[in-house]
């Protein structure tokens, strides 16, 4: 017996004229209604693309809103040549429609525009979060960070460490922040607190004898918003080895940070990075981590005034 996905034989965005003439089944959200007099048009969107459906019976749409969920089952036609839309890559082709299946239907005034919810207001966004992450942009970016994460674990496996987990409720283990604690339920009137960071556990692992440890670590600081980090949590690549020097460490940051940043970065990028010692970072920059697109430095002046009368 061979299963077939009662939701869909194709995902949105995989239909091409070699399908033409077939007869298919699409689940995604409604993105537009449009009536062309007589015979209706919805773009259904799923995580892959849009495919425009023809809707002949408009009774198929009763209680059919934008951003509901929505099956539809229909044949594979080749759309008009004067009405192609070359932004999609299923522009060439629409699904004709024989029956259409309400999943889960949304509320006719939603809360704001999907396509332009980066326009409004974080709490309303943080509020209706399951539609803002419809958005194309703020979805892409939740992929994007996907991505990466699975691209920094295959490149630290492929340098022979491996991929621990440490614990997330422990003894707390001061950092550069407060601990986020949490009451214990047998232990009355104690507390476990949530790792700032997993220093101690990596330690621990080192000295019982793994070679390479890397983790893409929370870390829980309850301290205000950066703007590299969100308040509460964080993640970070995390990596230690044993017998190792300050060079083997140097050395396996520049693969990783530069072939990173290579494969995702928008930008070329030098494959010499610089060293800035910690000291001339500080009387050169005022800061540890100084931007060096910003041409700004500070400049001693103080053999310049030695013989001046202003205090």
Same mark, same amino acid.
């Given at each position: 017996?061979?299963?077939?996905? &009662?939701?869909?034989?194709?995902?949105?965005?995989?239909?091409?004229?070699? %399908?033409?003439?077939?007869?298919?089944?699409?689940?995604?959200? @409604?993105?537009?209604?449009?009536?062309?007099?007589?015979?209706?048009?919805?773009?259904?969107?799923?995580?892959?693309?849009?495919?425009?459906? @023809? *809707?002949? =019976? /408009?009774?198929?749409?009763?209680?059919?809103?934008?951003?509901?969920?929505?099956?539809?089952?229909?044949?594979?036609?080749?759309? =008009?040549?004067?009405?192609?839309?070359?932004?999609?890559?299923?522009?060439? @082709?629409?699904?004709?429609?024989?029956?259409?299946?309400?999943?889960?239907?949304?509320?006719?005034?939603?809360?704001?525009?999907?396509?332009?919810?980066? /326009?409004?207001?974080?709490?309303? !966004?943080?509020?209706?979060?399951?539609? %803002?992450? !419809?958005?194309?942009?703020?979805?892409?970016?939740?992929?994007?960070?996907?991505?990466?994460?699975?691209?920094?674990?295959?490149?630290?496996?492929?340098?022979?460490?491996?991929?621990?987990?440490? #614990?997330?409720?422990?003894?707390?283990?001061?950092?550069?922040?407060?601990?986020?604690?949490?009451?214990?339920?047998? $232990?009355?009137?104690?507390?476990?607190?949530?790792?700032?960071? +997993?220093?101690?556990?990596?330690?621990?692992?080192?000295?019982?004898?793994?070679?390479?440890?890397?983790?893409?670590? #929370?870390?829980? !600081? %309850?301290?205000?918003?950066?703007?590299?980090?969100?308040?509460?949590?964080?993640?970070?690549?995390?990596?230690?080895?044993?017998?190792?020097?300050?060079? =083997?460490?140097?050395?396996?940051? $520049?693969?990783?940070?530069?072939?990173?940043?290579?494969?995702?970065?928008?930008? +070329?990028?030098?494959?010499?990075?610089? !060293?800035? #010692?910690? /000291?001339?970072?500080?009387?050169?920059?005022?800061?540890?981590? +100084?931007?060096?697109?910003?041409?700004? &430095? *500070?400049? /001693?002046?103080?053999?310049?005034?030695?013989?001046?009368?202003?205090?």
């Amino acid at each position: 017996m061979v299963y077939e996905n &009662e939701y869909r034989t194709h995902s949105c965005g995989q239909l091409r004229e070699s %399908d033409i003439g077939k007869n298919v089944r699409l689940s995604g959200w @409604v993105e537009n209604i449009r009536d062309h007099g007589g015979i209706l048009f919805i773009d259904l969107r799923d995580e892959t693309g849009i495919t425009q459906i @023809v *809707i002949k =019976d /408009e009774n198929m749409l009763k209680n059919v809103t934008r951003e509901s969920t929505v099956r539809v089952c229909g044949e594979v036609l080749r759309r =008009d040549e004067e009405t192609y839309n070359p932004k999609i890559e299923t522009g060439t @082709v629409e699904v004709s429609a024989q029956t259409l299946d309400i999943l889960g239907a949304a509320k006719p005034n939603l809360p704001f525009e999907v396509v332009s919810s980066k /326009e409004t207001r974080e709490d309303v !966004r943080l509020s209706y979060r399951f539609l %803002d992450l !419809r958005n194309k942009k703020v979805h892409d970016n939740i992929i994007f960070r996907s991505q990466v994460i699975s691209y920094l674990r295959e490149k630290m496996t492929s340098l022979g460490f491996l991929d621990m987990q440490t #614990p997330i409720l422990s003894a707390s283990s001061p950092e550069g922040a407060r601990d986020y604690l949490i009451p214990s339920r047998k $232990h009355h009137g104690k507390f476990y607190a949530l790792p700032q960071a +997993p220093q101690i556990f990596k330690q621990l692992l080192m000295v019982s004898g793994f070679d390479k440890y890397f983790q893409v670590a #929370p870390c829980f !600081r %309850d301290e205000d918003a950066r703007a590299d980090r969100t308040p509460g949590e964080f993640y970070q690549l995390d990596l230690e080895m044993a017998f190792a020097t300050q060079e =083997d460490v140097f050395k396996v940051a $520049h693969e990783v940070m530069y072939n990173t940043f290579k494969k995702f970065g928008n930008k +070329p990028v030098s494959e010499e990075f610089i !060293r800035l #010692p910690y /000291e001339t970072a500080m009387l050169k920059y005022g800061t540890d981590k +100084p931007d060096l697109r910003n041409p700004l &430095e *500070i400049v /001693e002046l103080s053999d310049m005034f030695v013989e001046t009368d202003f205090a």
